[in-house]
């Protein structure tokens, strides 16, 4: 098989209000098939063999992960995480052995054994709403963003311990690494602002103003644009030059823009909206919406799939 005959990834679409996940076809931007998942699915971890993918559902309790069967496109199975509840950020350990998932309410990272599909541990966070989580580049390190103590935590992922917890903005929500590693970004949604931190020092360099509400933030492989959506009434993709820390454009992309993902060949970019609006399709050449998906309420959480078959 030659390049020409591969399939365009799998976009996966996570309807959080009509409690369903999309398979759309990104080259076509067709919505293939929809399937029933857990209750509330908000954010979505894609196992490193490519063949099921983890699902938080936040809805209260929200004391389940859902684990979807990639290849047969089916729910599988519930992963009760206990006492541990209003599960919502997701991530993956490099070496694909952890899934980390953030139990805000009750200020824990959850740790699932990816092979037999158990909480192993829950970590504290000592921040409270702990709403997103991150691992480094390197495995070594935990992240989560505390919206309502305004700062981000950071724990050693090997002991669990509390490193250090730095001071960002109001609501601080989303979160992303740099391509180089060495910058991670937190975005202050209520405060209209984005803070730059330091890796190796656990330091803020820079805050700087993105008027709206930006909620989360993925970057082009070259380190020169970023991408910041607007969860505001009048949603907004908000184009930065990573360099300057400044403006490039506003793109309308429809109600309360949340989710969002840069294709593998960066020629577009998908921003889900909160309700019914549908998934932008964005040109990252004109930076320009080209389309539109629809698929159920809530496209939010996303990610890209190829088929391990």
């Known amino acids: 098989m030659n390049n020409r005959d591969v399939p365009p990834p799998v976009l996966l679409v996570c309807n959080k209000h009509d409690d369903t996940m999309s398979f759309v076809d990104s080259g076509s931007c067709e919505v293939v098939e929809t399937i029933s998942v857990g209750p509330n699915p908000h954010e979505i971890v894609i196992t490193t063999d490519s063949r099921f993918a983890y699902l938080s559902n936040y809805a209260p309790p929200g004391d389940t992960i859902s684990v979807i069967d990639l290849v047969a496109r089916r729910h599988v199975q519930q992963i009760s995480t206990g006492e541990f509840t209003r599960i919502h ?11 980390y998932f953030t139990a805000g309410q009750t200020g824990y990272v959850v740790e699932v054994e990816t092979n037999t599909n158990t909480v192993t541990r829950g970590i504290p966070t000592h921040g409270e709403i702990s709403h997103m989580v991150l691992v480094s580049p390197d495995d070594r390190t935990l992240y989560t963003a505390n919206i309502n103590t305004e700062d981000v935590s950071v724990i050693d992922r090997g002991s ?3 490193i250090t917890k730095i001071v960002c903005g109001k609501g601080v929500e989303g979160m992303g690494f740099t391509p180089d590693g060495r910058s991670l970004w937190a975005l202050n949604q209520e405060g209209g602002s984005i803070c730059v931190i330091d890796v190796a020092t656990n330091e803020v360099t820079t805050t700087f103003d993105c008027p709206g509400l930006p909620i989360r933030v993925a970057f082009t492989s070259d380190g020169k644009v970023a991408l910041v959506p607007s969860w505001a009434e009048a949603g907004e993709l908000v184009v930065i030059d990573i360099e ?13 823009a949340i989710g969002l993902v840069i294709s593998p060949d960066e ?10 609006d549908g998934v932008h399709v964005v040109d990252m050449g004109s930076l320009s919406v080209i389309g539109k998906i629809f698929t159920d309420d809530g496209s939010d959480a996303m990610a890209f799939w190829s088929s391990p078959e």
């Open 244 to 256: 300057t820390l400044s403006e490039i454009k506003r793109i309308p992309v429809g109600s309360q």
């Open 89 to 99: 950020g997701a991530a993956i350990s490099r070496d694909g052995l952890n899934a």
């Open 267 to 276: 020629t577009v970019a998908f921003v889900g909206c909160e309700h019914t």
């Open 160 to 162: 669990g311990e509390l």
